[in-house]
């Protein structure tokens, strides 16, 4: 009976996904709905949706890593992550550890992103700081969309309007562009990764009381680097031996 109030709901899309990274959000998301957390209960993303293995559901798919995007197990687990972080967000639940993405996502504003990662111990945790159990409920769409809701007892003011705004306080346009050579491919092989721009931001919590804005206080900032455009293209011919002795 206390669990019947939404605190805060957060919807993302995926509609530009492949089918790989499509099932990879929808398994991440199984994964966590359903959780309950009691109070001062803290809850670990990445325990919940770990290991990322074909075992527990994950298909190989595109993820950052070292200015690149290159394909690993589970690519596309940071949108559950983060679409849970705004849900929280809302909720007005503690955060308790959150990261940005190495290079900025398109699927919310800057700096409202929280990313995980094995390879650098990423996690997004936070914690249950009402008086009451809060339920997650996480779905997603034929449509692909994904939404967070948090359900708990409502406590806060009728009033009360809770809102976040990105803050972008530096655009870095890459000024170069990279080839990279690949032994593995062929002459004639060409595959291009689009720019990333890089960027400065931060994060306002907005609460408003009957409409009228009472405060305004910055709850993260976040670098994200930029990437220039590069190019992989393959150099292996069919007679090694002629072309090594160049």
């Given at each position: 009976l206390q669990v019947k109030d939404v605190l805060g709901t957060f919807t993302t899309s995926y509609s530009t996904s492949g089918s790989s990274r499509s099932a990879n959000v929808s398994n991440g998301c199984n994964l966590i709905a359903g959780a309950t957390l009691y109070p001062g209960d803290e809850f670990s993303t990445y325990e919940a949706v770990s290991p990322f293995s074909v075992d527990n559901g994950y298909f190989m798919a595109g993820s950052y890593m070292n200015g690149q995007v290159v394909d690993s197990l589970g690519g596309g687990i940071c949108q559950v992550s983060t679409t849970l972080y705004n849900a929280v967000l809302l909720s007005e639940l503690e955060v308790t550890e959150r990261y940005n993405h190495s290079m900025i996502v398109t699927y919310v504003d800057p700096s409202a992103d929280a990313a995980i990662a094995e390879s650098s111990g990423?996690?997004?945790?936070?914690?249950?700081?009402?008086?009451?159990?809060?339920?997650?409920?996480?779905?997603?769409?034929?449509?692909?969309?994904?939404?967070?809701?948090?359900?708990?007892?409502?406590?806060?003011?009728?009033g009360r309007?809770?809102?976040?705004?990105?803050?972008?306080?530096?655009?870095?346009?890459?000024?170069?562009?990279?080839?990279?050579?690949?032994?593995?491919?062929?002459?004639?092989?060409?595959?291009?990764?689009?720019?990333?721009?890089?960027?400065?931001?931060?994060?306002?919590?907005?609460?408003?009381?009957?409409?009228?804005?009472?405060?305004?206080?910055?709850?993260?900032?976040?670098?994200?680097?930029k990437a220039p455009r590069s190019a992989t293209v393959g150099i292996a011919t069919e007679d090694e031996g002629a072309y090594n002795a160049i």
């Amino acid at each position: 009976l206390q669990v019947k109030d939404v605190l805060g709901t957060f919807t993302t899309s995926y509609s530009t996904s492949g089918s790989s990274r499509s099932a990879n959000v929808s398994n991440g998301c199984n994964l966590i709905a359903g959780a309950t957390l009691y109070p001062g209960d803290e809850f670990s993303t990445y325990e919940a949706v770990s290991p990322f293995s074909v075992d527990n559901g994950y298909f190989m798919a595109g993820s950052y890593m070292n200015g690149q995007v290159v394909d690993s197990l589970g690519g596309g687990i940071c949108q559950v992550s983060t679409t849970l972080y705004n849900a929280v967000l809302l909720s007005e639940l503690e955060v308790t550890e959150r990261y940005n993405h190495s290079m900025i996502v398109t699927y919310v504003d800057p700096s409202a992103d929280a990313a995980i990662a094995e390879s650098s111990g990423k996690d997004f945790k936070f914690k249950n700081n009402t008086e009451s159990p809060i339920y997650i409920e996480g779905i997603t769409t034929p449509d692909k969309h994904i939404t967070f809701t948090i359900y708990g007892a409502e406590t806060r003011d009728p009033g009360r309007e809770v809102s976040y705004e990105s803050v972008v306080l530096e655009r870095i346009a890459p000024d170069t562009e990279v080839i990279y050579t690949d032994a593995s491919r062929p002459v004639g092989y060409c595959s291009v990764q689009s720019a990333h721009i890089g960027y400065k931001a931060q994060l306002w919590k907005v609460v408003r009381e009957n409409g009228v804005e009472v405060s305004r206080e910055q709850i993260n900032s976040s670098s994200y680097m930029k990437a220039p455009r590069s190019a992989t293209v393959g150099i292996a011919t069919e007679d090694e031996g002629a072309y090594n002795a160049i």
